[in-house]
């Protein structure tokens, strides 16, 4: 897949200020490219300053694998779009709206009219053409600001946070409609979030950005599994990081004692190797002290719940564990369903057992 | 409560009859504050965007400046317009003392920091991230700042019509840079400042009625295009 966008160097500023540094970022042609980090960190400004709308104190930004310069930026400006976060309507109908980046590249009017009337029928708000942007309803008005983007059938599409200011409901049917809408067109798209799920359901690749800049770039699940740090591990929610210390290792197989447990993973470290030892929380299985089956799961702690809240239609478990000899502690959190914790009666005080597999567990060097 | 009466009575029969000296009055009134709002507009529209969309350190600097100048004491725009265009003054050789010019001149030093002033005010009540918007979608420089002014027409014709309502009423510049010569550099509110001296009250409230009239039908029309847009 060749590369359709390549940053390098950039070091990104707002009102003359600078935000962070991008060693390094390539946009393959097709992909949809999912930047994701914490509020604040700068994602907005990497994406206002890769469509060319603001300027990098700075670095190089390549369309096509030529450098843009100051002069060309109108002409790449006219080969992407760009939607933001809200939906920023003019004052005016839907279709005039949507025609807006159409009339700005000089489109002819019979050209313009056919467009716009497809992606508005494609969105299905084509009822709402001559209806003033003023008075849509949230989700009504981000379809028309989606419209107003993909009517310019554009090389790159960049979004940022497109779906945020929606609530649950409206959220989810837009998020379904553009899922099958971006894999109909093939648009190579780079997608500001800070949603993972989001990310996990839209991208092809999924780009970390936390404080100092770029930290992790690869697939979403080598992403959510195998993060390349503790920053990483603990935004991808990477509950349980603990350190510890490869005490053998044969045929990718390792086994780190941790706070005085020996515990087995997948990795290959060498002997005597400080590692910081990461688990999620989907990845451990809860049982009641005294229930555990069968299972093939090669790791197994016995605890006591320290803690439980809801999250979402899950429960968060945080579990004391000990080793045999009552000695050092570690902290290990799950996630279950509420069904389950019922089912055990999980509350704070009750004995359980925790089990998971080796290759559940990501190693991090120390 | 009589002399008001007259003085209404004595309009309308200035109006009915046609009286010439009157509109010639109104005429130049109209052609002076018309020009000199015109030229804020073609002038400080811009220069007004460009403060609002500037991200300059010196941004506040300048604002500060405009806002001071919204405030311009007119008789010291005629003081400092009457030193400059005196005969021995730096711009003596021009001849524009006495002049419709001066008296747009300096009715345009008034308006432009008005103008300019409520056009940034305006602009910046949109959302900030418009602009950025705009040129997501391919904008030019200029088709963005068309775009802005279209979004803020609302408050740039508020702009006009305050600038407009500030020029036509004002007295003491007009008087300074003008002279209050009759058929040449005589506008309302001048005649009605000499009418007023002369104890002849009758008449300068029939000129006041007139340049009340037309106030008012100049920012009816204002008004009802810009609530137009509202609909």
Same mark, same amino acid.
């Given at each position: 897949?060749?590369?359709?966008?390549?940053?390098?160097? @950039?070091?990104?500023?707002?009102?003359?200020?600078?935000?962070?540094?991008?060693?390094?970022?390539?946009?393959?042609?097709?992909?949809? +490219?999912?930047?994701?980090?914490?509020?604040?960190?700068?994602?907005?400004?990497?994406?206002?300053?890769?469509?060319?709308?603001?300027?990098?104190?700075?670095?190089?930004?390549?369309?096509?694998?030529?450098?843009?310069?100051?002069?060309?930026?109108?002409?790449?400006?006219?080969?992407?779009?760009?939607?933001?976060?809200? =939906?920023?309507?003019?004052?005016?109908?839907?279709?005039?709206?949507?025609?807006?980046?159409?009339?700005?590249?000089?489109?002819?009017?019979?050209?313009?009219?056919?467009?716009?009337?497809?992606?508005?029928?494609?969105?299905?708000?084509?009822?709402?053409?001559?209806?003033?942007?003023?008075? +849509?309803?949230?989700?009504?008005?981000?379809?028309?600001?989606?419209?107003?983007?993909?009517?310019?059938?554009?090389?790159?599409?960049?979004?940022?946070?497109?779906?945020?200011?929606?609530?649950?409901?409206?959220?989810?049917?837009?998020?379904?409609?553009?899922?099958?809408?971006?894999?109909?067109?093939? $648009?190579?798209?780079? @997608?500001?979030?800070?949603?993972?799920?989001?990310?996990? @359901?839209?991208?092809?690749?999924?780009?970390?950005?936390?404080?100092?800049? +770029?930290?992790?770039?690869?697939?979403?699940?080598?992403?959510?599994?195998?993060?390349?740090?503790?920053?990483?591990?603990?935004?991808?929610?990477?509950?349980?990081?603990?350190?510890?210390?490869?005490?053998?290792?044969?045929?990718?197989?390792?086994?780190?004692?941790?706070?005085?447990?020996?515990?087995?993973?997948?990795?290959?470290?060498?002997?005597?190797?400080? #590692?910081?030892?990461?688990?999620?929380?989907?990845?451990?299985? +809860?049982?009641?002290?005294? %229930?555990?089956?069968?299972?093939?799961?090669?790791?197994?702690?016995?605890?006591?719940?320290?803690?439980?809240? =809801?999250?979402?239609?899950?429960?968060?478990?945080? #579990?004391?564990?000990?080793?045999?000899?009552?000695? %050092?502690?570690? $902290?290990? %959190?799950?996630?279950?369903?509420?069904?389950?914790?019922?089912?055990?009666?999980?509350?704070?005080? %009750?004995?359980?057992?925790?089990?998971?597999?080796?290759?559940?567990?990501?190693?991090?060097?120390? | 409560?009589?002399?008001?009466?007259?003085?209404?009575?004595?309009?309308?029969?200035?109006?009915?009859?046609?009286?010439?000296?009157?509109?010639?009055?109104?005429?130049?009134?109209?052609?002076?504050?018309?020009?000199?709002?015109?030229?804020?507009?073609?002038? &400080?529209?811009? *220069? !007004?965007?460009?403060?609002?969309?500037?991200?300059?350190?010196?941004?506040?600097?300048?604002?500060?400046?405009?806002?001071?100048?919204?405030?311009?004491?007119? /008789?010291?725009?005629? *003081?400092?317009?009457?030193?400059?265009?005196?005969?021995?003054?730096?711009? !003596?050789?021009? !001849?524009?003392?006495?002049?419709?010019?001066?008296?747009?001149?300096?009715?345009?030093?008034?308006?432009?920091?008005?103008?300019?002033? *409520?056009?940034?005010?305006?602009?910046?009540?949109?959302?900030?991230?418009?602009?950025?918007?705009?040129?997501?979608?391919?904008?030019?420089?200029?088709? /963005?700042?068309?775009?802005?002014?279209?979004?803020?027409?609302?408050?740039?014709?508020?702009?006009?019509?305050?600038?407009? !309502?500030?020029?036509?009423?004002?007295?003491?510049?007009?008087?300074? /840079?003008?002279?209050?010569?009759?058929?040449?550099?005589?506008?309302?509110?001048?005649?009605?400042?000499?009418?007023?001296?002369?104890?002849?009250?009758?008449?300068?409230?029939?000129?006041?009625?007139?340049?009340?009239?037309?106030?008012?039908?100049?920012?009816? &029309?204002?008004?009802?295009?810009?609530?137009?847009?509202?609909?």
């Amino acid at each position: 897949m060749s590369s359709i966008l390549t940053a390098g160097n @950039l070091i990104l500023q707002r009102s003359g200020t600078e935000v962070f540094t991008l060693d390094s970022l390539v946009v393959r042609e097709g992909e949809v +490219l999912a930047i994701i980090g914490p509020n604040g960190v700068g994602k907005s400004t990497l994406l206002l300053t890769l469509a060319q709308i603001i300027e990098p104190l700075s670095g190089e930004i390549a369309f096509h694998g030529n450098p843009l310069n100051t002069q060309d930026t109108l002409d790449y400006r006219r080969q992407i779009a760009v939607m933001l976060q809200d =939906p920023l309507l003019l004052n005016d109908t839907v279709f005039n709206n949507v025609a807006t980046g159409l009339r700005f590249r000089g489109t002819p009017r019979r050209q313009i009219e056919e467009l716009v009337m497809t992606w508005l029928a494609r969105l299905g708000i084509d009822h709402l053409r001559d209806r003033s942007a003023k008075r +849509l309803s949230g989700g009504e008005a981000q379809r028309v600001s989606l419209a107003r983007a993909l009517v310019l059938n554009p090389e790159l599409l960049f979004l940022d946070e497109p779906f945020r200011a929606l609530d649950a409901p409206t959220r989810a049917g837009l998020l379904a409609d553009f899922r099958i809408l971006l894999a109909d067109v093939s $648009m190579t798209t780079l @997608l500001v979030t800070h949603d993972l799920d989001q990310a996990l @359901l839209l991208a092809d690749r999924v780009a970390i950005i936390l404080e100092g800049g +770029l930290r992790q770039c690869d697939a979403p699940e080598q992403v959510f599994s195998a993060p390349a740090d503790v920053g990483v591990a603990n935004f991808v929610g990477v509950d349980t990081v603990l350190p510890g210390v490869v005490t053998a290792v044969e045929s990718g197989q390792m086994i780190v004692e941790v706070a005085g447990m020996s515990l087995e993973a997948v990795g290959q470290f060498d002997l005597g190797q400080q #590692v910081l030892f990461c688990l999620r929380p989907e990845d451990i299985t +809860l049982w009641a002290a005294g %229930k555990l089956p069968a299972t093939s799961a090669r790791n197994l702690l016995t605890g006591r719940v320290e803690s439980t809240a =809801p999250q979402g239609a899950l429960v968060r478990v945080v #579990v004391q564990c000990q080793d045999n000899g009552g000695g %050092k502690a570690l $902290m290990v %959190k799950a996630l279950i369903t509420r069904n389950s914790a019922q089912e055990m009666e999980i509350s704070p005080g %009750k004995q359980v057992q925790l089990t998971f597999k080796a290759s559940a567990v990501h190693c991090i060097p120390r | 409560m009589e002399m008001i009466w007259d003085g209404l009575q004595q309009a309308f029969a200035l109006f009915v009859h046609g009286d010439p000296e009157i509109f010639q009055i109104t005429w130049l009134s109209l052609r002076v504050s018309g020009t000199a709002i015109l030229v804020s507009i073609i002038i &400080g529209v811009p *220069l !007004g965007t460009m403060l609002a969309l500037s991200e300059s350190r010196a941004r506040k600097f300048w604002l500060s400046i405009v806002h001071t100048g919204m405030a311009l004491p007119p /008789v010291v725009v005629g *003081l400092v317009i009457s030193i400059l265009l005196w005969r021995t003054g730096p711009l !003596g050789v021009l !001849g524009l003392m006495y002049t419709p010019a001066a008296m747009t001149t300096a009715q345009f030093i008034i308006a432009a920091p008005i103008v300019m002033g *409520l056009t940034v005010s305006g602009l910046q009540q949109l959302d900030p991230r418009l602009k950025d918007q705009l040129m997501g979608l391919g904008a030019s420089r200029l088709q /963005v700042v068309w775009l802005l002014w279209r979004e803020a027409k609302l408050p740039l014709f508020a702009a006009v019509m305050v600038g407009f !309502g500030r020029v036509i009423a004002e007295v003491g510049a007009s008087m300074m /840079v003008g002279g209050n010569l009759k058929s040449s550099t005589r506008v309302l509110t001048t005649a009605i400042v000499l009418e007023n001296s002369k104890g002849n009250f009758a008449l300068a409230i029939a000129l006041s009625a007139i340049l009340l009239s037309l106030v008012f039908a100049i920012t009816l &029309g204002l008004t009802w295009i810009q609530q137009k847009e509202l609909r």
